[in-house]
């Protein structure tokens, strides 16, 4: 039996898709991103609970054009947890992988087309 393919590091979102997507990711970044920690290929992120359906949300329509990236939302009354898994291969550019998830003054730093996947 052979092994599955990785999914290629590409986001399938066209241009007209990708940048209300991004404004999306950002305002939830900016409004309610309490903490974020990146560990290897994970970035661990903490939102205030009431943005959960919104990240649910947004969580879904990722998962649908970035399958190579591995989405994590749990929550309680205290807060809404994302936890986004990259490729292992891809460890030591994972802040470049998830750079729209990042607050701004670290995403400013990034480099590309604004997409975290860099089409």
């Known amino acids: 039996m052979l092994a599955a393919e990785p999914a290629p590091i590409a986001c399938?979102?066209?241009?007209?898709e990708m940048?209300?997507?991004?404004?999306r990711i950002r305002q939830l970044t900016q409004?309610?991103?309490?903490s974020h920690e990146l560990r290897g290929s994970?970035?661990?992120l903490?939102?205030?609970?009431g943005v959960q359906d919104e990240l649910a949300q947004v969580v879904e329509l990722e998962r649908s054009c970035c399958t190579?990236?591995?989405?994590?939302?749990?929550?309680?009354a205290d807060a809404v947890r994302l936890d986004i898994t990259g490729p292992e291969q891809n460890a030591?550019?994972?802040?470049?992988?998830?750079?729209?998830?990042?607050?701004?003054?670290e995403a400013e730093s990034r480099s590309?087309?604004?997409c975290g996947c860099k089409r």
């Open 92 to 105: 030591a550019s994972a802040r470049w992988l998830f750079s729209q998830f990042l607050p701004a003054a």
């Open 112 to 114: 590309g087309s604004g």
């Open 46 to 49: 903490v939102y205030d609970p």
């Open 68 to 76: 190579f990236l591995e989405f994590r939302l749990t929550s309680n």
């Open 19 to 23: 940048g209300p997507r991004l404004v």
């Open 42 to 44: 994970t970035l661990h």
């Open 31 to 34: 409004a309610f991103l309490r």
């Open 12 to 16: 399938t979102l066209g241009p007209s």
